[in-house]
């Protein structure tokens, strides 16, 4: 699928695009992304619904902003970790899990919606994505060195990576469908497990 944006060609018409992306970005957080209507989304923007087709030709033309915003929302969450200052390796895991469980839990739409379409329509994805940072990142925690990580440590970033957001999407984003609702832990017990998981990838 090829979404089809109606590229604005001046300042106005960048504000409305804007405006409608920030209202779909509001509506995902509790309306899943195919249950919105076109009336819906210009409603929560102020909008009328004929200023929606001169910015897009369908729903899905948006889905490349979401994408976009969901990329930002994960580069935001890496950068937040440079004003931290765990006195351990063991405190940074702890920070991360709990740091990258409120983000879930807080853009739960969001993410739903991207894990969702990635699968659907993976051509929508754009080129760029930040996945490739939070692994560095991730084996620059597990590493003994922190700014020096070896391949091995990034080896490690990717599982530790894998496995925090598997479990995450999990609890966080379907917690009323197999495998989650099968086990019988609150949010907080699946961090504190998954904590202790990533710390053993050392051992």
Same mark, same amino acid.
């Given at each position: 699928?090829?979404? @089809?944006? #109606? %590229?604005?060609?001046?300042? $106005?018409?960048? !504000?409305?695009?804007?405006?409608?992306?920030?209202? =779909?970005?509001?509506?995902?957080?509790?309306?899943?992304?195919?249950?919105?209507?076109?009336?819906?989304?210009?409603?929560?923007?102020?909008?009328?619904?004929?200023?929606?087709?001169?910015?897009?030709?369908?729903?899905?033309?948006?889905?490349?902003?979401?994408?976009?915003?969901?990329?930002?929302?994960?580069?935001?969450?890496?950068?937040?970790?440079?004003?931290?200052?765990?006195?351990?390796?063991? @405190?940074? #895991? %702890?920070?991360?899990?709990? $740091?990258?469980? !409120?983000?879930?839990?807080?853009?739960?739409?969001? =993410?739903?919606?991207?894990?969702?379409?990635?699968?659907?329509?993976?051509?929508?994805?754009?080129?760029?994505?930040?996945?490739?940072?939070?692994?560095?990142?991730?084996?620059?925690?597990?590493?003994?060195?922190?700014?020096?990580?070896?391949?091995?440590?990034?080896?490690?970033?990717?599982?530790?990576?894998?496995?925090?957001?598997?479990?995450?999407?999990?609890?966080?984003?379907?917690?009323?469908?197999?495998?989650?609702?099968?086990?019988?832990?609150?949010?907080?017990?699946?961090?504190?497990?998954?904590?202790?998981?990533?710390?053993?990838?050392?051992?």
């Amino acid at each position: 699928m090829t979404p @089809e944006i #109606i %590229e604005p060609t001046h300042i $106005r018409g960048r !504000a409305s695009q804007e405006r409608i992306v920030r209202a =779909i970005l509001g509506l995902i957080e509790t309306t899943p992304f195919d249950q919105l209507t076109i009336a819906a989304i210009m409603e929560e923007a102020g909008m009328a619904v004929g200023t929606f087709y001169r910015r897009f030709k369908t729903k899905e033309s948006v889905l490349p902003f979401v994408f976009k915003a969901y990329d930002e929302l994960f580069v935001d969450w890496a950068a937040g970790f440079a004003a931290s200052e765990p006195t351990s390796r063991d @405190e940074m #895991i %702890e920070l991360v899990v709990r $740091r990258t469980a !409120a983000l879930f839990s807080e853009h739960a739409g969001l =993410i739903r919606t991207v894990h969702l379409y990635d699968r659907l329509h993976p051509g929508i994805r754009p080129a760029t994505s930040s996945r490739p940072g939070l692994v560095h990142l991730m084996g620059a925690v597990l590493a003994k060195d922190f700014d020096q990580p070896t391949p091995d440590d990034l080896t490690k970033g990717s599982m530790a990576m894998l496995t925090m957001v598997s479990v995450l999407t999990e609890y966080s984003l379907y917690p009323a469908h197999s495998p989650a609702n099968g086990a019988s832990l609150d949010g907080l017990e699946v961090q504190t497990m998954l904590i202790e998981m990533l710390k053993a990838l050392d051992s």
